[in-house]
């Protein structure tokens, strides 16, 4: 009886144990990817922001997720790039910032790391903010959605 009950709690506190080392993985594994997606979603801003300020739809169309671009009315879209037009060129991304990241692990299917960025840019017409949500699956990163703010869209 005595090593029935020793047994047990042994088998109790391996499988605790076993536990615990699959949560640390797997906090640890998602601490290290978030550095490394950073790394990618920044180079990927890089690139994207200068084209998504040329204000041309068809690279919005190629740098956006497939379905919500689909989802997206084409007519309010291009009203939208109009008034973002007003902006003017582009002179310089001045600074990248991450706001937030998540990577998801769902069962049986690819890791999905969605993060939020905010790119302090200046057009030729002054100052304006990019708020960027990035979503990155199977190592390509996408726009799941973006907004541009400026002073100047206001007026």
């Known amino acids: 009886m005595n090593k029935v009950v020793k047994y047990t709690g042994f088998g109790i506190l391996g499988v605790l144990a076993l536990f615990a080392c699959?949560?640390?993985?797997?906090?640890?594994?998602?601490?290290?990817?978030t550095s490394n997606h950073e790394k990618q979603f920044e180079s990927f801003i890089e690139i994207a922001v200068p084209r998504l300020t040329e204000w041309n739809i068809q690279d919005y169309e190629e740098l956006m997720v497939t379905e919500i671009f689909n989802e997206i009315d084409r007519q309010h879209s291009l009203k939208n790039l109009k008034k973002f037009s007003k902006l003017g060129k582009l002179v310089s991304m001045n600074k990248i910032e991450l706001q937030n990241a998540t990577t998801f692990y769902p069962f049986l299917k690819p890791n999905r790391t969605v993060a939020l960025y905010l790119v302090a840019v200046t057009f030729d017409t002054g100052d304006a903010q990019v708020l960027l949500q990035l979503v990155e699956k199977k190592g390509d990163v996408r726009i799941e959605g973006f907004r541009i703010t400026s002073k100047h869209l206001d007026e």
Not at 22 to 33: E, H, P, R, W
């Open 22 to 33: 699959l949560i640390l993985s797997s906090v640890l594994s998602g601490y290290i990817g």
